[in-house]
């Protein structure tokens, strides 16, 4: 087993710190297997590259990450699988970048720290704004940032983006408008979603899947 404790900052914990690591963060399967599908859909990360790190045979990936989540999560993740496309090396890097930072707010007890870090998987920042955002209140960045995100995580559609936020057509343009020079990786995502989601719509051959792809997530509660 690898040594964590002396483990230096500047340094990249290896896979197999990782995975001791993740055995300090959840101590049963169950828990082991939520963040990790988790990670997986916050991240975009191909199941080729979560059965190295996680030493995973690559065709039980998406059955064990699929066992313990909910219906949001397995949503996400099938459409992950089918649609993904961030590329890998890309979000490798947005992967262990996250995992070293999490480890270091642990390894120095920073609770403020850990909590943000935990609370990016968890969509806590969306749920908030969902939850006390006023219609006449202007979005700021931090928020379009949130919710692009948000939408980039699940695949969602502009139409039930502005129904589960409770925003409408032109806030949700708005959002674009805030992270097109705030954050421009952001903002290419995007057109590259609805780019994908357009197409599915547009070309018969695909729509039949993509309907069944839709209906499914609306079935979900947080396209409610």
Request: glycine share 4%; with cysteine.
């Amino acid at each position: 087993m690898e040594n964590l404790e002396n483990k230096q900052i500047s340094e990249r914990l290896s896979d197999g710190q990782i995975r001791t690591f993740l055995k300090r963060i959840a101590s049963t399967e169950e828990g082991q297997l939520q963040f990790i599908a988790k990670m997986t859909l916050t991240f975009g990360l191909r199941y080729s590259q979560v059965a190295k790190i996680f030493q995973i045979e690559e065709s039980q990936v998406g059955p064990l990450l699929r066992k313990y989540s909910s219906k949001n999560i397995i949503n996400g993740l099938d459409n992950l699988y089918s649609y993904g496309f961030k590329e890998p090396e890309r979000v490798l890097n947005d992967f262990y970048d996250y995992i070293n930072n999490l480890y270091q707010a642990y390894l120095h007890r920073n609770r403020e720290e850990v909590v943000a870090l935990l609370g990016q998987i968890n969509d806590i920042s969306f749920a908030r704004f969902r939850n006390s955002h006023e219609a006449d209140t202007e979005i700021t960045v931090e928020e379009a940032i949130s919710i692009l995100n948000y939408q980039i995580k699940y695949f969602i559609t502009p139409v039930n983006l502005c129904k589960l936020a409770k925003i409408s057509n032109e806030q949700y343009k708005k959002c674009q408008s805030l992270v097109e020079n705030s954050n421009p990786l952001l903002y290419a995502d995007c057109q590259k979603l609805i780019a994908i989601q357009t197409k599915y719509d547009s070309v018969n051959e695909y729509y039949g899947k993509m309907k069944s792809v839709q209906t499914n997530i609306d079935r979900t509660h947080i396209y409610r």
